[in-house]
């Protein structure tokens, strides 16, 4: 057996990219940016006003009140065409065009207008200005690749005039449940069969971290069936399996995998729940053979399946980040696996977290992982714990 941090390295290793497409800004949510986009337009394009007032000269009104002739307004949309001489003001509104020869704006609130004249009573040069490229200018670059997009991105690269962007592809992840004891949702099943959780649970994990996932049912315990689909998956960028990847007469993913190509990294990690975990290439396309218990199955989703389809999708694949949280209940001392329980979590006034292990731990019970929201980690070997110590907890938002 090899450790979580040894599986997970040898994960990263071995999975690249899956390649990159040109997507509209329309459908850019989400998606990885995979080229650093440089402004295409300076933002503000042009020198406007910050508030609704007057544009006027400042060395006009040298002391205050000054009296000033208004010839004109420049509007959103609608600038003024003139220039602003010695003794005139223009009615101005936010996000319209300074006007030419203007350097400052005094709002509204510190003038009086009586028809074609208006009375300056506080000014300050310079001020209620944005300058044209205040926020960027034309070739600056705007985020830096790779990045996942989120609506304040793709509120910047609109900005910046860019309607197209080179993303990384969605990943193609092929999920295959294996079992004869296995039915999917709404099929129907005899008393010795039980319904799928794993196949619909993955096929929605991958869809939420951007993968698109491919469903190719349930095979059941059969070599030529498991290597008929096992070819069939191999277009795909990913193959993910559940069950059949223990040593049991009836594990048989692996020989009918081999058979069509599958190169075994690893087989079995240091851990709970998850120990029989496969990682492995079928040819060229990378393979991760899960536990068929779901919160196994989803647990090594959460550690392994995640990492991977963040790799393919061209961000680093790292694991993810643990934080600490105040232990609400006695935990025994863990022996040569490490463990990851079960939890629900709370806030405490100061802002810190408690994390209370739940009183089911066991492998099947996907309710109880459902009702969760963190898993407390705990390393090989680590003594008994009690109330109010430390300890780190891995966030389960990825699986809820």
Not at 46 to 65: F, H, K, L, Q, W
Not at 128 to 150: E, M, T, W, Y
Not at 373 to 385: E, F, K, N, S
């Amino acid at each position: 057996m090899i450790s979580v941090e040894q599986a997970q390295s040898l994960i990263q290793d071995g999975i690249s990219s899956a390649g990159t497409e040109t997507v509209s800004l329309s459908n850019s949510l989400n998606r990885v940016l995979a080229e650093a986009p440089a402004a295409r337009i300076a933002h503000p394009a042009n020198t406007v006003s910050a508030m609704d007032g007057y544009a006027i000269r400042a060395e006009n009104v040298a002391t205050v009140p000054g009296t000033l002739s208004v010839i004109g307004e420049s509007a959103a949309g609608h600038p003024f065409k003139g220039k602003v001489e010695d003794g005139q003001a223009v009615r101005i509104f936010t996000g319209a065009h300074l006007p030419a020869g203007a350097d400052t704006v005094v709002i509204q609130e510190d003038v009086d207008r009586d028809g074609d004249t208006v009375t300056i009573n506080e000014v300050e040069l310079g001020r209620h200005i944005r300058p044209k490229g205040q926020d960027f200018s034309v070739g600056d670059n705007l985020l830096i690749a790779p990045l996942r997009l989120s609506p304040r991105h793709v509120g910047l690269l609109a900005a910046g005039d860019h309607p197209w962007l080179q993303v990384y592809r969605r990943p193609r992840v092929a999920i295959v449940s294996t079992g004869d004891e296995i039915v999917l949702p709404g099929e129907p099943r005899n008393s010795s069969q039980i319904v799928s959780a794993n196949g619909p649970a993955l096929a929605a994990f991958v869809n939420a971290k951007g993968g698109v996932p491919i469903h190719l049912g349930v095979v059941k315990d059969d070599e030529d069936a498991l290597s008929s689909i096992a070819e069939a998956a191999k277009s795909c960028d990913l193959v993910v399996t559940s069950g059949g990847v223990s040593v049991g007469d009836r594990d048989l993913v692996r020989k009918a995998f081999g058979e069509a190509g599958l190169n075994v990294e690893f087989h079995k990690i240091a851990m709970r729940p998850g120990k029989p975990l496969m990682f492995g290439h079928l040819e060229d396309t990378p393979m991760l053979g899960l536990p068929g218990n779901p919160v196994s199955a989803l647990v090594c989703a959460l550690l392994f399946l995640g990492p991977a389809i963040d790799r393919l999708q061209g961000l680093s694949g790292a694991s993810p980040q643990q934080r600490p949280a105040i232990l609400g209940a006695d935990v025994k001392a863990n022996g040569g696996r490490e463990d990851y329980m079960r939890a629900v979590l709370s806030q405490n006034e100061d802002g810190s977290l408690t994390a209370t292990p739940i009183f089911a731990q066991d492998s099947s019970m996907i309710g109880a992982l459902a009702n969760s929201d963190a898993l407390i980690v705990r390393p090989v070997g680590a003594p008994a714990a009690k109330i109010g110590e430390t300890v780190p907890v891995l966030s389960l938002d990825g699986l809820l």
